[in-house]
């Protein structure tokens, strides 16, 4: 069974960064290492939120796609020969603050969207507390 661990969140202050990971299974369907990865978060008292996804869209690549919040300060990017997918943050603000998730979708798209009903499987989250 294909399962996603996050790693990476921790306290930061603003202006920082911090590069958040994640690992899927070993044991994942050539479907879903060719689909589409998601990382979403959810801030204390508000709904969960797409953040940004990539496809890997085989051939191609995948063109990704970021919440106009985090455009120009996150990256996301996959390295499938390691399952893993990775979303670095820099200039981190307090709004910032949130568990977030990583998610996986067995669909690729040029552009994915950053939806949570595309997502079939999904991460336990790890916290990031931007704070002074």
């Known amino acids: 069974q294909l399962q996603l661990v996050e790693s990476g969140g921790g306290l930061v202050q603003p202006g920082g960064s911090l590069r958040l990971s994640c690992a899927a299974s070993?044991?994942?369907?050539?479907?879903?290492?060719?689909?589409?990865i998601g990382w979403f978060r959810q801030a204390p008292g508000k709904e969960r939120e797409g953040v940004a996804c990539?496809?890997?869209?085989?051939?191609?690549?995948?063109?990704?796609n970021y919440k106009d919040s985090v455009e120009g300060r996150f990256i996301i990017f996959r390295d499938d020969a390691e399952n893993r997918a990775y979303l670095q943050m820099d200039n981190l603000e307090p709004e910032d603050t949130a568990v977030y998730f990583c998610?996986?979708?067995?669909?690729?798209?040029?552009?994915?969207?950053?939806?949570?009903?595309?997502?079939?499987?999904w991460g336990k989250g790890t916290l990031v507390t931007v704070s002074s």
């Open positions: 990539i496809s890997r869209l085989a051939g191609v690549g995948g063109k990704a």
């Open positions: 070993k044991d994942m369907p050539d479907y879903y290492r060719d689909g589409t």
């Open positions: 998610a996986a979708a067995e669909f690729s798209y040029y552009t994915c969207p950053i939806a949570e009903g595309i997502m079939s499987v």
